[in-house]
């Protein structure tokens, strides 16, 4: 379509001198007119663009107007050309029925009737000639936004790409970034168990030097006062092993806790002796607890362990002496991001030495320790960092160096009521005299531990039955024997394993109480405590084989009345 003929006049006046008149008049008035002869070309100048439309009635009279309608229907949007008709004075009925359904097809029309004067009809065309260049102009726009909306379409669909590209090469980048992360992580890993295996090989070969040397000794002394040494000097070294025991599983957060209800204060309070004990003339302890401080969720043992470790550890962070505040405090939702709910938060805090800010970050790390060969594990505040976070909690540590260190363990609050029962070890109890107490029947696989086991129990006043399996063990009940009692130890080779086994008995003789030990084994533990089953951890003392063999048979003979109910009455 030119944009020149959109500014044309057509001209449709097929009958006399009112085609040529008109056009030269419009001419005249700075229009361009075209003359078409034919309705047909009529409509094929329309389509080559028009501005409006000038017609003469009666050329329109027995002409076939579809083509025309068709084009005025196919009309875009903005478009709707004006018709200027001229009309006679014919006023017949169907006339001017003729002349409404010509005014209906072409939409647009003005009517003017002859005569007409030159002027009026130039004023005519003029008009319709403004209303169609606002079209135009209308179209103009109409053009401009949907060719802005491409170009935007293009820009995004440009911008979509650059962004899908960004984030591939961003995906790449973090994928890269987690690669490099897990493989420092690893070299880690490897690192902390290298150390981890090192510090463990360092102290347990020092351990076992002792003893095997020690046994070495006996044979070759006679003098029985240096034998007891020697003895005592095992008997600390397997302490020791035991003890170092105990802080690797807290460091690696499996050991088992037994969590209750604790006060706190008073639990503190009353190791004010032990302290003492544990700490120089020149280093004093001072409780800062308020009234109101709640109780805690924790294992009580294993917390006055945690306690005494941070004291001996301030205690050697002051060489001159100095003062260990223990402060408790009240800390509700304290939702810092790491911790949320009720927390009590208990402070130990010295006036020693302190800490530089390299060694600060690795305080928690295992076997890393400032002090001299010999003198620490390394293993303390890993374990205190395992106890609380398996109890829960967590553990901070604020230090400078000249200042001082506070470390600050932070225990879940419990609204239960604390029990008055305190949890220390009873060193006084009284080894029963050797007499009969029963049978028992010991499932060990290890001979040499079953020969040590068999010895204590011997000398506790029992009659033993060694199996090396579970098999055997079920082997040795299926032959009839009397057993008053089976000791088991958890892991065993068979494939079947001490808890397995308890489970077993309980099924065919459930009139045997039932006994584990354990060094450690996480699942099978558990499972014994969820099936109600006594565990006695090793390594342990004849003392102490000797209570839980006696809480085992009382637990057991409790369980058994109430099963059986109340005793009927004759």
Not at 396 to 412: A, D, N, Q, V
Not at 443 to 470: F, H, I, K, P, W
Request: a negative charge.
């Amino acid at each position: 379509m030119s944009v020149d003929r959109d500014h044309q006049v057509l001209v449709f006046a097929p009958i006399g001198r009112d085609a040529q008149a008109s056009a030269e008049l419009f001419r005249s008035a700075n229009l361009e007119a075209i003359n078409c002869r034919s309705l047909p070309e009529l409509v094929s100048e329309m389509t080559a663009g028009v501005g409006a439309v000038f017609l003469a009635e009666e050329g329109l009279f027995g002409k076939d107007t579809a083509p025309l309608a068709r084009w005025i229907e196919s009309q875009p949007p903005w478009s709707d050309l004006p018709f200027v008709i001229l009309t006679s004075h014919r006023e017949q009925p169907s006339v001017v029925a003729w002349r409404r359904s010509i005014v209906a097809l072409l939409r647009n029309v003005s009517l003017l009737e002859r005569p007409v004067q030159p002027m009026t009809l130039t004023s005519a065309i003029q008009s319709a000639m403004r209303a169609r260049r606002r079209q135009y102009e209308i179209r103009a726009l109409l053009e401009a936004r949907e060719q802005t909306a491409q170009q935007l379409e293009k820009l995004v669909v440009e911008r979509t790409s650059a962004l899908e590209e960004a984030n591939e090469q961003l995906r790449l980048e973090m994928a890269e970034r987690t690669r490099v992360e897990e493989t420092l992580r690893q070299a880690q890993k490897i690192e902390a168990i290298g150390q981890l295996t090192g510090g463990v090989a360092h102290d347990f070969n020092n351990l076992l030097m002792v003893i095997s040397g020690g046994l070495e000794m006996l044979d070759r002394q006679t003098d029985p006062n240096r034998r007891r040494r020697l003895m005592d000097g095992m008997i600390q070294a397997a302490q020791r092993g035991a003890g170092l025991t105990r802080q690797l599983l807290a460091f690696s957060r499996r050991q088992t806790l037994r969590p209750e209800t604790v006060d706190v204060a008073a639990q503190i309070g009353g190791m004010r002796e032990l302290l003492d004990r544990s700490l120089r003339g020149d280093v004093h302890v001072e409780f800062e607890f308020p009234d109101s401080l709640w109780p805690v969720e924790v294992d009580p043992g294993e917390h006055e362990l945690v306690i005494l470790n941070l004291a001996v550890n301030a205690r050697d962070a002051m060489p001159n002496g100095g003062t260990i505040l223990v402060r408790g405090e009240n800390l509700p939702d304290p939702n810092d991001g790491q911790i949320a709910g009720d927390y009590v938060r208990l402070s130990v805090v010295d006036t020693g030495v302190g800490m530089t800010p390299e060694i600060l970050p690795r305080v928690f790390e295992p076997f890393f320790t400032t002090k001299d060969i010999g003198k620490g594990s390394g293993l303390g505040l890993a374990q205190v960092h395992g106890f609380a976070t398996q109890s829960r909690g967590t553990v901070r540590i604020k230090s400078e160096e000249g200042r001082g260190t506070t470390i600050e363990l932070y225990l879940p609050r419990s609204f239960n009521v604390p029990s008055n029962e305190r949890h220390l070890i009873d060193l006084n109890w009284v080894r029963p005299k050797k007499n009969n107490h029963g049978r028992v029947l010991l499932v060990e696989d290890d001979d040499e531990v079953a020969a040590l086991v068999s010895e204590m129990l011997g000398q506790l006043g029992y009659d033993v039955t060694r199996a090396a399996s579970g098999a055997a063990a079920l082997g040795a009940l299926a032959d009839g024997r009397s057993v008053d009692l089976i000791f088991s130890d958890i892991m065993m080779p068979g494939g079947m394993n001490g808890v397995e086994l308890a489970r077993e008995i309980k099924r065919r003789r459930s009139d045997i109480p039932v006994l584990l030990t354990s060094g450690y084994s996480e699942a099978a533990v558990h499972d014994a405590e969820a099936a109600g089953i006594q565990i006695l951890s090793k390594p342990y003392h004849i003392d102490e084989l000797a209570a839980a063999l006696n809480a085992a048979k009382s637990s057991f003979q409790l369980g058994a009345r109430a099963r059986s109910g109340p005793a009927a009455t004759h």
